[in-house]
């Protein structure tokens, strides 16, 4: 995700968001997120990632980064090494230019899903990994109507920052976009990679799906409101993870 977003950022005109502002949404934003991922139960015992901003072109030594000379910092990611988010303002101001506020939700939510992935020790293999963990985030987010600000609008800006940055390695706009909702329990799929699957292969018999791919911003006539097929993460993944041992669930 980091080098789409480099070329997203790349791409866009200089923004006006106050740097201030920025970094309110992201408190509240990762406040929400972790307190969601302890409000779920299933998800019990197994830590959340610890998550640090930093701007554009600090250094970052070991882990993700190299042991002796270091790496710039270019954006937002995931870091499993450390089980670590790094958030990027400065991108994420760019986001909320073009996208809206609810695009950081979407940004952030995805890195923590990524952290599930790896408490969960599923293989990661592209673009399956990605779109999978899209549909988390739309887990992570689905809760979030009044802590957040995610209405109707705000959902097909999140959606629309999906389709943006669609790519081999990620999967196509329109399929992002489906995970994103289909996490987020507007229609009938869920996070599991046999879904996930199906949505590789362009197997999805849904009049929404095919709105997203026939154009951006086809489906703001699409009514999706309704969340009728809510879940919990271990319903959207189809796993038990009450039967995790406990290397895995404590793992970090």
């Excluded at 939700?105 to 673009?127: M, N």
């Excluded at 809760?143 to 957040?148: A, D, R």
């Excluded at 189809?238 to 895995?248: A, C, F, Q």
């Amino acid at each position: 995700m980091k080098k789409l977003i480099l070329i997203l950022i790349f791409l866009l005109a200089p923004n006006t968001a106050n740097a201030s502002d920025i970094n309110k949404i992201i408190d509240k934003t990762t406040v929400y997120l972790m307190n969601n991922w302890d409000s779920d139960k299933s998800l019990k015992g197994i830590y959340p990632p610890q998550v640090i901003t930093t701007n554009t072109g600090t250094k970052v030594y070991g882990g993700c980064g190299d042991y002796k000379t270091g790496i710039d910092v270019g954006g937002s990611y995931y870091c499993p090494a450390t089980h670590t988010i790094v958030l990027d303002p400065k991108q994420l101001k760019s986001f909320v230019k073009y996208f809206g506020n609810s695009s950081i939700a979407f940004v952030i939510a995805h890195e923590f899903a990524h952290a599930l992935q790896q408490g969960l020790e599923i293989e990661y293999e592209k673009p399956h990994s990605e779109l999978q963990a899209d549909c988390l985030a739309g887990y992570f987010i689905q809760k979030g109507n009044e802590e957040l600000g995610v209405t109707r609008e705000s959902i097909l800006e999140m959606a629309s920052a999906a389709y943006a940055i669609g790519s081999d390695s990620h999967g196509t706009g329109a399929q992002r976009a489906y995970a994103l909702l289909s996490g987020m329990g507007r229609v009938d799929s869920t996070c599991s990679m046999d879904s996930i699957d199906k949505l590789v292969e362009n197997e999805i018999d849904d009049p929404l799906y095919k709105t997203f791919s026939k154009t951006r911003g086809s489906a703001k006539s699409v009514d999706l409101e309704p969340t009728p097929y809510k879940k919990d993460a271990a319903g959207l993944l189809g796993v038990n993870l009450k039967g995790l041992s406990n290397k895995t669930k404590f793992k970090f």
